[in-house]
């Protein structure tokens, strides 16, 4: 991946973020939870 690349794709991601937080859609308490659900996971089978 190059430099460019990473920082549109960081840039996207900020801006997803934002988004859903002003318009309050809750997106990204879901997917909070559905990490720490995969940091479980993942440390289950370590």
Known sequence: ???RIALWLAA???AAICLDLALDLGGVPF???RF???????QFWR
Do not use: F, P
């Open 1 to 3: 991946m190059t430099n």
């Open 12 to 14: 996207v991601i900020t």
């Open 31 to 33: 997917l909070m939870r």
């Open 36 to 42: 720490v659900k995969l940091i479980d996971w993942l």
